[in-house]
């Protein structure tokens, strides 16, 4: 996964509980070349000493998609362990969230004079994540990232069930290439294939229809896509959609 990222001028400071202990941390915003374009994603850099809980209510209070929290690696080669946390609960791997976080931390390093490497590698719970730098002159422009886990295809489900997840018809999905599957490279999705770009505009999440389906073999989310790209450069259009 590659992309442009643009960050936030500056370190702000994130409280942690009760007795607050302050955390530095770095809004970047992904798959953009502008301030508060693509997808945002907020690395909190020095989380050493914060529990899960804290840094669940730290990643509920940003509200973005995903937050990241950079800890010390377990193995000094790595550049560091990381976890992702949506709003709700941690997930093992996500990609932009290592892409963010890479491109962030390797500002850091320019910023403090380091030289900066070819590639970070993360700890994560899926397993290790490297992600390639991507510059322009010697800067940090981007990530390109290598998923933790081989792709495995997992359970099958009826086209009308998984379009009722997307508050959609068994008409609007496209089954010619696969039927909706749980898939995984480390993050697993229920994978949905839909008839336009029109059929992905018009899908929502369906709380009950998702509740009784999801979760199942570790998706707990729809990731729904297009081959209906227009005349743009872009290969698939998609969208995650978990129904909080």
């Known amino acids: 996964m590659a992309s442009g990222i643009t960050v936030s001028p500056g370190d702000r400071q994130a ?3 009760p007795e607050a202990t302050r955390r530095r941390y770095v ?8 301030v508060f374009g693509g997808n945002p994603v907020a690395v909190v850099l020095d989380a050493a000493g914060l529990s899960a809980g804290q840094m ?3 990643a509920s209070e940003f509200g973005y998609s995903e937050t990241t929290f950079v800890l010390p690696p377990r193995d000094p080669s790595r550049a560091a362990w990381v976890r992702i946390f949506t709003p709700s609960r941690e997930v093992p791997f996500a990609g932009h969230p290592n892409v963010g976080t890479a491109f962030v931390l390797a500002r850091r ?3 403090r004079g380091e030289a900066m490497p070819d590639r970070l590698v993360f700890e994560e719970a899926a397993g290790l ?8 002159r010697d800067a940090a422009v981007g990530g390109e990232l290598t998923a933790p886990e081989p792709l ?3 359970a099958q489900v009826p086209a009308g069930r998984a379009a009722a997840c997307l508050s959609l018809t068994a008409e609007d999905l496209r089954t010619d290439a696969h039927a909706p599957q749980v898939a995984s490279v480390g993050l697993p999705f229920l994978m949905v294939e839909l008839a336009s770009r029109d059929t992905l505009r018009r899908a929502k999440p369906d709380r009950a229809a998702h509740d009784a389906l999801l979760p199942l073999d ?3 989310a729809v990731y729904a896509y297009t081959r209906d790209i227009g005349a743009g450069a872009a290969l698939l259009h998609g969208s995650a959609m978990w129904a909080h």
């Open 15 to 17: 409280a942690a509980g």
């Open 27 to 34: 809004t970047a915003d992904v798959f953009t070349d502008r």
């Open 56 to 58: 669940q209510a730290i």
């Open 109 to 111: 390093m320019a910023a």
């Open 129 to 136: 994540v490297p992600v390639e730098l991507l510059r322009d």
């Open 152 to 154: 495995s295809r997992r």
């Open 218 to 220: 570790g998706a707990t």
